[in-house]
């Protein structure tokens, strides 16, 4: 099981998840870190409840998060193929774009008042 956590208040990270689904051929599955899976996670990691600042990957048992998380995530997906070839970069520089990004995502994008519901057909992909 492949699992996206993101911060599902955030317009961008949901327009990416929206991407994502609709670009993966069916290989990811989906949580809010806000929802009680995307908690527990959290919680389990020891990471703050509130106040996100990464996206997280779950892959082959091991978590991944910040730019790590986002290209491993885009090497699946048709079109973002290309994002994989930064991962030549040293972390230290790609996770210093990611969280200038993440930092600024709500002023840039704008931020919901509570997260996403799925449709009935997204709720297939979504886990907990």
Not at 15 to 29: K, L
Not at 59 to 74: C, M, Q
Not at 102 to 125: D, H, V
Request: glycine share 8%.
């Amino acid at each position: 099981m492949v699992v996206i956590l993101f911060d599902g208040v955030c317009n961008f990270c949901n327009a990416t998840i929206n991407y994502i689904m609709d670009h993966d051929g069916g290989r990811h599955q989906f949580a809010s870190l806000q929802s009680a899976y995307g908690q527990s996670i959290l919680d389990q990691l020891d990471r703050p409840s509130r106040d996100f600042d990464s996206v997280l990957l779950w892959e082959d048992g091991r978590i991944y998060e910040k730019s790590e998380a986002a290209l491993r995530i885009a090497r699946h997906v048709k079109g973002w193929q290309w994002l994989w070839g930064f991962r030549f970069l040293p972390l230290s520089i790609r996770d210093r774009v990611y969280s200038l990004i993440a930092r600024n995502r709500y002023t840039w994008f704008g931020k919901r008042e509570s997260c996403r519901l799925p449709s009935p057909k997204e709720r297939l992909r979504f886990v907990g």
